[in-house]
């Protein structure tokens, strides 16, 4: 499913038209990348957790040359299914 399915079934299911939920959906988005860039948390209990996480600098291979480089380190996003959502998935 992409964004547009999703602004969709929502729309679909709400009674809300397309434009308002894909607002809302915009905005939620917006949020998160917001607050995972100020180094927060934002969790939905039962849905999950997004985060950063730390990836330490290592040592990668160019495939092309399979010459050796340094990959530096990075603040990375992470994703933490909770547990209903781990229910439903099974």
């Known amino acids: ?4 399915e999703l602004v969709t079934n929502i729309s679909e299911k709400s009674g809300l038209t397309k434009k308002d939920v894909e607002t809302v959906v915009n905005g939620v988005i ?4 917001s607050a995972l860039k100020g ?8 849905f999950g957790t997004f985060e950063t996480r730390e ?3 290592r040592t ?5 040359t399979g010459k050796e480089i340094q ?20």
């Open 1 to 4: 499913m992409n964004k547009n």
């Open 30 to 33: 917006d949020e998160i990348t």
């Open 39 to 46: 180094g927060d948390k934002v969790q939905f209990v039962g």
């Open 55 to 57: 990836r330490s600098s």
């Open 60 to 64: 990668g291979r160019n495939p092309q």
């Open 71 to 90: 990959i530096p380190a990075a603040t990375v996003p992470a994703f933490k299914a909770g547990n209903k959502l781990k229910e439903a998935v099974k």
